[in-house]
């Protein structure tokens, strides 16, 4: 699985979020340590607190799959802005690996990092 191919399944799957509120689709594209690939989007919710990220509509799906080992994931929005991940978001990475490999692109940067730098010192049981 190549770096270009989770990009395109990001890009992809950020169309078809369900975002009437804030117009701003975000997807995401996480591979596992099986060489399985989810998608999520973001979906909205008129209600905001029940509002759900691509991110953590990714992880759901692989987990309620049986994944629970993730090497790395891409997240994308067409925006100028980096679409980083929230902080629910990035306490949810960080239970699955904090060195999981992080992908942020927008339509005008790319930033290359871990969930252990997006969330450092993160919560632990």
Excluded: D, W
């Excluded at 060489?35 to 509509?57: D, F, H, I, P």
């Excluded at 699955?96 to 969930?115: A, D, R, V, Y």
């Amino acid at each position: 699985m190549t770096k270009k191919h989770l990009i395109e399944k990001a890009k992809e799957v950020s169309r078809k979020a369900y975002a009437p509120y804030s117009n701003y689709k975000v997807g995401a594209a996480l591979l596992t340590k099986s060489g399985k690939v989810y998608t999520g989007c973001n979906v909205e919710n008129s209600s905001y607190g029940l509002t759900n990220c691509a991110e953590r509509t990714a992880v759901f799906k692989a987990v309620s799959e049986g994944e629970m080992e993730f090497k790395e994931m891409v997240i994308y929005a067409e925006s100028p802005n980096l679409p980083t991940p929230c902080g629910a978001c990035r306490q949810v990475l960080s239970e699955f690996g904090p060195e999981l490999k992080i992908t942020i692109i927008s339509n005008k940067e790319q930033l290359e990092t871990s969930i252990s730098e997006l969330l450092p010192l993160g919560f632990r049981f």
